[in-house]
């Protein structure tokens, strides 16, 4: 079976603050790809990023850094100096081997206070 | 370059009547995927399309769901007849068949009183 968890389910942080959101993920396929999405107050999904089974490189993008460790089965997102803009709901999510199905975490509500 | 296209983008109806939603993907991408998001069930994947061809639609709720995608450039999510438990945001996304990530529309808020 395949599932995401994100344990925290609110977080509230103040500006400049950094904050690290968690999810973790299970799958027995040995090819899959893990996804961070945004939601913002307005609705919409944005997406941020998409890492592939076999990268375990960390990556970074600005204020945001994500660590993905397979050994632990964890797909970590950081936001650095965290801003106001930054408050929303944050989703990990799954796709396991060939199927296009994305598996979703329930989600992180951020609240970046100023 | 315009994003997923869909509309409307709040529709209130009542019990029993027909809800079609519309979907535009983005231009190139060739897979198409509904999904419906609500408090209780978060996002759950209702059909995806591959090339205008209906791949996978395990998670289509029940009979009184349908989809259908005509052509590269258009899809519909139609709901006849509708229930107030069908409230909730529905979006469409879309992708490239040879990449992973998916673009999502802005999302149609259902309302069935």
């Known amino acids: 079976a395949q599932k995401v968890t994100q344990a925290q389910t609110e977080i509230s942080v103040v500006e400049k603050e950094d904050v690290t959101l968690d999810c973790v993920y299970e799958t027995r396929d040995t090819t899959y790809y893990l996804f961070w999405y945004k939601q913002p107050p307005s609705g919409e999904l944005v997406f941020l990023i998409r890492?592939?089974?076999?990268d375990e490189q960390n990556e970074i993008s600005g204020r945001y850094s994500w660590n993905f460790q397979k050994s632990t089965s964890s797909f970590n997102f950081t936001i650095t100096a965290s801003q106001v803009v930054d408050s929303a709901v944050y989703f990990c999510a799954l796709q396991a081997g060939n199927n296009r199905k994305l598996i979703w975490g329930l989600g992180t509500s951020l609240a970046v206070n100023p | 370059d315009a994003g997923v296209i869909q509309s409307p983008r709040h529709e209130v109806t009542e019990m029993g009547q027909e809800v079609t939603l519309r979907c535009k993907p983005i231009s190139g991408h060739n897979s198409l995927f509904w999904y419906r998001q609500t408090m209780m069930r978060g996002l759950e994947l209702l059909i995806y399309f591959n090339n205008n061809v209906p791949i996978d639609d395990s998670g289509m709720p029940e009979d009184r769901f349908s989809a259908k995608m005509p052509n590269a450039s258009f899809s519909t999510l139609k709901i006849q007849p509708s229930e107030p438990r069908d409230s909730a945001v529905y979006f469409c996304?879309?992708?490239?068949?040879?990449?992973?990530?998916?673009?999502f529309g802005p999302g149609t808020r259902l309302t069935v009183t």
């Open positions: 890492r592939n089974s076999f």
């Open positions: 996304a879309s992708s490239l068949s040879d990449r992973r990530e998916q673009y």
